[in-house]
């Protein structure tokens, strides 16, 4: 429960949304966001590493995700 009240609670264009939670026999599910990839799913399908502007480029959204959370006083584990 503190897990789902946690994400409910974010507001950032850099976190994944919540949509909302059920509990069905004793598995909690989580409604959230489509997330349509992740720069692993981009290193197996092209099959190279990633140059250093689509690093920086990821990177600048996580740490901006980063400095949301801390700002709020939370921290991603």
């Known amino acids: 429960m503190k897990e789902i009240r946690f994400?409910?609670?974010l507001d950032h264009e850099n976190c994944l949304k919540h949509y909302g939670s059920y509990i069905k026999g004793?598995?909690?599910w989580m409604v959230m966001e489509f997330c349509l990839g992740s720069a692993a799913d981009m290193l197996e399908v092209f099959k190279?590493?990633?140059k250093e502007e689509?690093?920086?480029a990821?990177?600048?959204k996580v740490l901006l995700a980063i400095k949301y959370l801390h700002d709020n006083r939370r921290i991603h584990r």
Do not use: D, G, H, R
């Open 26 to 28: 004793n598995t909690v």
């Open 54 to 56: 689509e690093i920086a």
């Open 7 to 9: 994400i409910s609670l």
């Open 48 to 50: 190279k590493p990633l």
């Open 58 to 60: 990821i990177m600048s």
